[in-house]
């Protein structure tokens, strides 16, 4: 290929990127505008691209209603259940990948196979088993759940990010006597801390936007910001606008988490990809 030809395609793939990327974000864009208009813009027809803004949509979601009680109650399940997936996931990553046997194969493709499991198919035990138990909208309930969903996501991760790692640094430390709890802490996790950043923040991420569970587990004391957007949906009607600006301040702090911390992401999911 050419020069100049390389040089047209480069141009025209930054273009397509650019494209793809602005496609993906104009919904979250058009939310974030939908929230500064009144209900009445919000539903005029052709959209308004200018108009005059307004922040009574902001107040009515975040003062008025009780956005601050379901803001805790995800930022505590979310904390909760990745603490947890972490700590069950990163040890048995460990033994995956540094004391396979021959079931090891089997148990990851195990594993994985609980998150193919189609979650309407499980609800109905779901909900017997927590009211039974009197786990029906508590954090309990969600954290569990929570953490066993990103569990082998955790997994698999961590275990790809160990077995990365040159075997002859474990061996060199455990010849020098380090217990296993040295060989995690000194030597293995600060090796492996993108990875172990990026398997955070997927977690988060995972726990802080789902629905559907929640939805159908949760009531008051224990439910999460995506059931209080939904809430905006009443017998009355749609309040499109006040639901746009609930919906923007609940995907706010994971787009500013994903984006200060994009280099560890990208980093973390990157580099287990290579080896030797």
Known sequence: MSISRRRIFNGLLSAFTWL?????????????LTSFKTEQMAFSWPPLIVFRPTLAN???????SPYLKHFQNTLVVTASATL??????????????????????????????????????????????????????????????????NLPLVIWMMRSFFLDLP???????????????????????????????????????????EFFFAFNLTIVQAAPLSVYVSQFKTSEGLYWASMSAAATATVLPVVIAGWFTQRQLVTGLTMGALRE
């Open 20 to 32: 793809l990327g602005l496609a993906m974000f104009f919904p979250i864009l058009w939310m974030a």
């Open 58 to 64: 902001w107040i009515n979601a975040l003062l008025t």
């Open 84 to 149: 947890l997936a972490i700590a069950l996931g990163v040890p048995a990553a460990y033994k995956l990948a540094f004391h396979p046997t021959r079931r090891s194969d089997f148990t990851l493709l195990w594993v994985m196979s609980t998150r193919m499991m189609p979650a309407v198919g499980v609800i109905i035990p779901l909900y017997i088993i927590y009211r039974d138990l009197g786990l029906f909208d508590t954090y309990a309930a969600l954290t569990i759940l929570y953490a066993g969903m």
């Open 167 to 209: 075997f002859e640094i474990v061996e060199s430390a455990r010849m020098d006597g380090v217990n296993l709890a040295q060989e995690l802490r000194h030597i293995i996790l600060p090796l492996t801390w993108p990875g172990l950043a990026a398997s955070i923040l997927l977690c988060m991420i995972f726990a802080w936007n």
